[in-house]
C-alpha cells in the first residue's frame, strides 16, 4: 500500500500568515491527490483534487500543487476561519490512504 | 444538489455484525461511485472501500475479509456490513460520493458514531 507522510503534525501562525502543508507519498501518484478541511464535529470538506485544481466556493487563499510524490497544500493569507486539521488523500490502483492529518491553531 | 445521510446502531457488541446505512437524495444512486470511511476517536481518516455504479466493489485489504458494501437502487441507499466487530472499530462512520475519474469524495454525510462495547 502506498503511505501518505504529512508534515508538519501541528502548525501555529499567525493571521495573515502565509501556510505551508506538504504530503509525501511513498511512490509515484501522478497527480492523483486530494486535500480536505475538517473542523471539529463535522466531516470532512474537499479542498482541492487533482493536486492543484480548486473545488467549487472554496476560498482562492488555497492552492494546491505538486506531482508525483510530493504535494503541498498553502493558504496564502490564514484566516481564523481556517483553524481545521487538514488531510491528503491518494488514490492509485484502486487503494486509497489518507495521510495522518495537519493540525492548523492560530498563535 | 446531492446529500447524504448515514443511518444504524450507536452500539454494536463485539464480535457482531456492524450494519449501517447511507441514504442518498438529490441525485440517482446508479450514476455515481461511493464509498465509506471511518474516522476512531481522535485519529486519522481510514478508507474502507468503494461502491461502483455497476455494483461492483473495492475494499481496504486490511479490512476486505470482513467488508461487504451493496446499494439498494429501489431506496437509493446502499450499505455497509462490517462482522466480527472489536473495540478498534468504534468511529465516525461515513459515507460519500467518489468522483468517477479521480477518486476524490466531493460530497460527504455528516457522519454517524458506532461504538463497539458489551
Known amino acids: 500500500d502506498i503511505q501518505m507522510t504529512q508534515s508538519p503534525s501541528t502548525l501555529s501562525a499567525s493571521v495573515g500568515d502565509r501556510v505551508t502543508i506538504t504530503c509525501r507519498a511513498s511512490?509515484?501518484?501522478?497527480?492523483?491527490l486530494a486535500w480536505y478541511q475538517q473542523k471539529p464535529g463535522t466531516a470532512p470538506k474537499l479542498l482541492i483534487y487533482?493536486?492543484?485544481t480548486l473545488e467549487s466556493e472554496v476560498p482562492s487563499r488555497f492552492s494546491g500543487s505538486g506531482s508525483g510524490t510530493e504535494f503541498t497544500l498553502t493558504i496564502s493569507s490564514l484566516q481564523p476561519d481556517d483553524i481545521a486539521t487538514y488531510f491528503c488523500?491518494?488514490?492509485?490502483?484502486?487503494?486509497?490512504?489518507f495521510g495522518q492529518g495537519t493540525k492548523v491553531e492560530i498563535k | 444538489q446531492v446529500q447524504l445521510q448515514e443511518s444504524g446502531p450507536g452500539l454494536v457488541k463485539p464480535s457482531e455484525t456492524l450494519s449501517l446505512t447511507c441514504s442518498v437524495s438529490?441525485?440517482?444512486?446508479?450514476?455515481?461511485?461511493w464509498s465509506w470511511i471511518r474516522q476512531p476517536p481522535g485519529r486519522g481518516l481510514e478508507w474502507i472501500g468503494f461502491?461502483?455504479?455497476?455494483?461492483?466493489?473495492h475494499f481496504n485489504a486490511s479490512l476486505k475479509s470482513r467488508v461487504t458494501i451493496s446499494m439498494d437502487t429501489s431506496k437509493n441507499q446502499f450499505s455497509l456490513k462490517l462482522t466480527s466487530v472489536t473495540a478498534a472499530d468504534t468511529a465516525v462512520y461515513y459515507c460519500?460520493?467518489?468522483?468517477?475519474?479521480?477518486?476524490?469524495?466531493?460530497?460527504w454525510g455528516k457522519g454517524t458514531t458506532v461504538t463497539v462495547s458489551s
Open positions: 460519500a460520493r467518489v468522483n468517477r475519474d479521480y477518486s476524490y469524495m466531493d460530497v
Open positions: 511512490q509515484t501518484i501522478s497527480s492523483w
Open positions: 461502491l461502483y455504479s455497476s455494483g461492483s466493489t
Open positions: 488523500q491518494q488514490y492509485n490502483s484502486y487503494s486509497v490512504t
Open positions: 487533482k493536486a492543484s
Open positions: 438529490g441525485g440517482s444512486i446508479s450514476s455515481f461511485y
